[in-house]
């Protein structure tokens, strides 16, 4: 069972103040001894992201390098899934909800020397809303109606009604707060705010930044130097640790592996929580995908629990709906419709499919979860006649020719961002599913201002994916990072979309 951990959104009526905190809350095992300064950290990733910018792309491999490490946010979910304060120390909350006013620290610079202000917090909105940007989630800022510089420390923001959303969508990797002066490099070679200051890119090898020295909050980062390395292969990986070319796998040991690493004194496996739904995609608005019929019996001819096992080793935690547990809405709907091939057999028959059918697979070519997942799921699917061909493509061509064009029947892929359910009101995203009645519940959740009322209709809201069998929702993907034993204080968890390197250090 996941551990649950609980992020709070404060979304109340009344004003609203945050004292001084520094940026994030140091883990137990920091607190034990005094973090040490200096050394050389070197974290391996699977994927290589398209780019640094991470509020024209889609893909999460951006966030992971950037988000925290280099580029900042007003707000930042912390280790503990909590929204707490980030370039902002303080801000507060009109009584009718619609200003915020926030208040930035003093001293932030951005890398190339530049001061960062209020100035810059409204130019980095404003461009997330100007359609020329191509800003792929502007839809979470859409309800800001204007921003004004106060002073030059201090933004207010008015949007056109309440949002509950709103303060938790600030936190995101897409709200990052970037330089006027510096627009031009953000794609790479971003001059942020961060603790680390980007210095290389290496295409097809990896990401280097170093230690911010003008870093606004005192103390941190302890680290000198951060390299993102990207290794496709997890074998490769796991190789590169025990060969000490890499000290921490940040978001891709192989499940299998945990166990194995975990007897080897030189390291340690940190066993947590991703909010990473793994699904298999379905495209709603293609043949046989477009009866609800055809759906269902695909959900029902699919044993999630082996899937589980067969691809991460039985670490994830089976979903039924779109939402994973470490959100306070998630309602546990994984035993709603069970494993059931005579059912998912007559579904087929009465949809006009007695024998099955054929269809294509599509999976991603550097997430191995992805490729176990639909070997699994292709053989399940061939017991009721469903024949799959599975096509394995690379991860740009995934972006272009699925996610933004919607060219497949089937795929298996992780949505590793928080809180994103609302996706599925969007009739033009790549499911292509088109619903008056989620959509409807999705305007109630985001103008409720009752707590326990908006927990209502997101238990309504999931319930209803459920029920239409939109996607086949797999499992939440498990964090299982792994280290050599010096490396201290790393996130053990994974509720938001980072690998922050911020107070992390070398033991000695």
């Known amino acids: 069972m996941i551990k649950q951990a609980h992020w709070k959104k ?58 925290y490490n280099m580029l900042e946010s007003l707000l930042k979910v912390d280790r503990h899934g909590k929204v707490v304060p980030g370039l902002a120390k303080s801000y507060n909350i009109s009584k009718e909800g619609r200003e915020y006013t926030f208040n930035l620290n003093q001293g932030i610079k951005f890398h190339d020397g530049n001061p960062c202000t209020a100035e810059d917090v409204k130019f980095s909105f404003e461009r997330l809303l100007d359609p020329k940007t191509a800003a792929v989630n502007r839809k979470y800022y859409v309800g800001v109606e204007s921003i004004q510089v106060v002073n030059p420390l201090t933004v207010k923001f008015s949007v056109k009604k309440f949002d509950s959303n709103f303060l938790f969508n600030l936190a995101r990797g897409d709200a990052v707060i970037v330089s006027r002066q510096a627009i031009d490099r953000l794609k790479s070679q971003p001059v942020g705010t961060g603790p680390f200051r980007f210095v290389e890119w290496k295409r097809g090898d990896s990401v280097v930044m170093v230690r911010n020295p003008d870093y606004y909050i005192k103390g941190i980062p302890y680290l000198d130097k951060v390299v993102f390395k990207f290794i496709p292969d997890p074998s490769a990986q796991l190789a590169a640790l025990r060969a000490g070319d890499v000290d921490v796998l940040a978001y891709d040991l192989s499940p299998e592996n945990a166990p194995m690493l975990e007897k080897d004194p030189r390291f340690k496996v940190l066993k947590g929580h991703t909010t990473t739904d793994v699904i298999m995609a379905i495209n709603n608005s293609r043949k046989p995908f477009n009866d609800p019929r055809v759906r269902q019996a695909v959900t029902l001819a699919i044993d999630r629990k082996a899937v589980i096992e067969g691809a991460v080793a039985g670490y994830g935690s089976p979903i039924g709906s779109h939402m994973d547990p470490t959100n306070p809405y998630y309602i546990d709907l994984s035993g709603l419709y069970p494993y059931n091939l005579e059912k998912a057999k007559k579904l087929l028959a009465e949809a006009g499919y007695p024998n099955g059918f054929e269809a294509v697979l599509k999976l991603p070519e550097p997430y191995a979860y992805a490729r176990r997942s639909g070997e699994i799921i292709a053989d399940q699917l061939s017991k009721v006649g469903i024949k799959l061909t599975i096509e394995v493509i690379q991860w740009g061509q995934w972006i272009d020719r699925i996610f933004k064009n919607a060219e497949y029947d089937l795929t298996v892929i992780g949505h590793a961002e928080p809180f994103d359910i609302e996706i599925y009101g969007r009739p033009n995203y790549y499911f292509r599913y088109n619903s008056s009645k989620f959509q409807e519940l999705m305007k109630k959740a985001e103008g409720e201002m009752n707590e326990q009322a908006r927990k209502k209709i997101y238990e309504q809201a999931q319930r209803l994916l459920a029920d239409d069998f939109v996607n086949v929702y797999l499992f939440i993907y498990p964090a299982l990072p792994a280290m050599k034993k010096e490396v201290m204080n790393w996130w053990k968890d994974y509720p938001t979309i980072a690998a922050d390197a911020t107070e992390v250090y070398l033991q000695r």
């Open 10 to 67: 404060w979304g109340g009526l009344s004003l609203i103040f945050f004292g001084l905190i520094l940026w994030g809350i140091l883990s137990s095992e920091a607190l034990a001894q005094k973090p040490i300064y200096g050394g050389i950290l070197t974290i391996a990733l699977s994927a290589e992201p398209p780019g640094l910018d991470p509020t024209t792309s889609p893909a999460a491999t951006i966030k992971r390098v950037v988000h």
